[in-house]
């Protein structure tokens, strides 16, 4: 046998988005026994703070409610009650080329930035009806290892949820590197 089929194999399952046998798989369905949907960790168009508005006004002189280092990230929030998502919070992920000068390396810490956000934001919640705008801004000078930029979503996730408002319920763990 050619010693790359089952590579193909796998690359041609993916792309007919069938499973590859032996491999979990992660999205979650709903709980039959209840009725209930369980919770999905999915990102959506909402949560995405795209409004050259509402950004100007993040990062404007005194437009900031919090704003918090904890590296290799820095956060910057504020509460936007005119904001129409119901999505309580909308954020954006900032790498500065001036940090991370190919642009694989930018990519590859928005990604892994974007993957601790959207599996940590459900164990921080906020009050209900606020809105909060989210910039993460990438401080480091090269590429970190993922547990490094979790500790920090984590942190910072906590920061924010306990700045504007509730304490977090559920206590997040993290390691100290």
Known sequence: LFPYTTLFRSALDARRHRPVPGQEQRRLTPNT????????????????LCSTCAIEQLFSAGGADFS????PLRIVARR?????????????????????????DRVLMRRRVREAFRLNHHSYPLPEGERVDVAFVYVANGTTPYQAVENAVKRLLKGLAEHFGTPSSTTGSYDRQ
């Open 33 to 48: 026994n209840t009725g209930k949907r369980v919770k999905t960790f999915g990102l959506y168009k909402k949560q995405k």
């Open 68 to 71: 918090r280092l904890c590296y």
């Open 80 to 104: 936007n009650s005119r904001r129409s998502s119901d999505a309580p919070v909308a954020f954006l992920i900032s790498v500065p080329k001036k940090r991370l000068r190919h642009a694989v």
